[in-house]
């Protein structure tokens, strides 16, 4: 019995080692499982954190460095976008903006050349050399701020840089003139700050591109003052502009009544000169008549005394050569031809040669002889 006992024994000892070796194998495993994903899983970070693809896009440029883990860092690249460096070892970039900015300021209190406190408004527009990018990185504060956006980059190097000396441009540029001048003179107060942020920025990568002077304003009472006497001479020229128009109003209407006079006058004169004509002709044509009847009457009457003169003449010579002929033939042949003459008249015989006949005979010869 005891050696069965023993025997048992034995057999569940045996059975725990190999229970005990099975589980410490099994722990094995899972420590090597585990410890194999750690080190994956430390060297995928460690490879995701060091091995960069630096993209850059249109209009911006990446001044590329390498960051070692130990070290400093050091230039390697300046890229122009749109570009990329690859997959690379700690390949790092400062993206820099390469499009034109505008920055603008406002001033106010500056001293004009008759002592004026003038306000102004302007603008500068510059843009970053592509080709001083790593200059622009390294001297100009960009290499400090590697994690700052482009526009912040841009900014900050315009407030360090060329916003002091723009602003003692304007300055200058404006004071040289009086207050109420300098707005006369724009274009001449831009020529000379441009030509001073030229001189400024010579050799920097700052490339400038425009000045631009908005407006110039004298002090609030200066204007104040001007609007008042402009708003005075305004009402002074509305009150002659005004009274000008009354009077070329009344201009024009004796103009017109005096036109109208005249039109009136004329339409008289007119009518006179029609009815004149008119009584003329008419007259002209009484006379022309009248003229003409006496003209017909004098012919007339001339004609009728001609006619009354030859009657007369033909009588005479009618007589005078009856006389003349009576004379050279006698008495009785004149009787006898006026006998003949009313022969053809028929008379009762018992008249024949009585005292009637003789009576006319006797008239007869009297006639022709002209008795």
């Not at 420590?31 to 954190?49: E, Y």
């Not at 300098?182 to 000379?192: G, M």
Request: charged share 30%; glycine share 6%; aromatic share 6%.
């Amino acid at each position: 019995m005891a050696n069965d006992y023993k025997a048992i024994l034995e057999e569940q000892r045996k059975a725990r080692e190999i229970e005990e070796a099975k589980e410490a194998a099994f722990i094995k495993k899972v420590i090597a499982g585990v410890v194999t994903g750690v080190i994956l899983l430390i060297t995928t970070i460690f490879l995701s954190c060091n091995l960069d693809n630096v993209k850059v896009d249109g209009g911006y440029a990446a001044y590329v460095y390498s960051d070692p883990i130990f070290g400093k860092k050091e230039f390697v690249d300046v890229l122009t976008g749109p570009n990329s460096t690859g997959v690379t070892w700690r390949k790092k970039a400062c993206i820099v903006s390469t499009t034109p900015w505008r920055m603008a300021e406002s001033f106010d209190n500056i001293q004009s050349k008759d002592n004026l406190m003038t306000s102004a408004e302007a603008s500068i527009v510059f843009v970053i050399d592509r080709t001083k990018i790593r200059e622009f990185v390294e001297n100009y504060g960009a290499m400090a701020e590697v994690d700052a956006s482009p526009e912040s980059l841009i900014k900050d190097a315009y407030e360090s840089f060329v916003q002091k000396p723009f602003q003692t441009a304007v300055r200058t540029a404006v004071s040289q003139y009086r207050g109420l001048d300098a707005a006369l003179h724009i274009p001449e107060i831009t020529a000379q700050v441009e030509k001073s942020m030229q001189k400024e920025l010579a050799g920097t990568p700052f490339v400038l591109k425009s000045i631009n002077i908005g407006r110039t304003t004298p002090p609030k009472e200066v204007v104040a003052g001007i609007v008042a006497k402009v708003e005075a001479t305004q009402t002074d020229e509305k009150r002659d502009i005004d009274l000008s128009i009354a009077r070329k109003n009344e201009e024009i209407r004796e103009a017109e009544g005096r036109a109208e006079a005249r039109r009136a006058q004329q339409v008289a004169e007119g009518e006179r000169k029609a009815a004149q004509s008119k009584a003329d002709a008419e007259l002209y044509q009484a006379q022309r008549k009248a003229d003409a009847e006496l003209y017909q009457a004098q012919k007339a009457a001339e004609g009728e005394l001609m006619l009354a003169k030859a009657r007369a003449e033909g009588k005479k010579a009618e007589a005078a050569a009856v006389k003349s002929y009576s004379e050279s033939v006698g008495d009785n042949y004149v009787r006898l031809k006026f006998v003949e003459n009313i022969k053809d008249l028929k008379l009762p015989n018992t008249l024949v040669g009585s005292e009637i006949i003789q009576g006319v005979m006797k008239a007869a010869g009297d006639v022709f002889t002209n008795k």
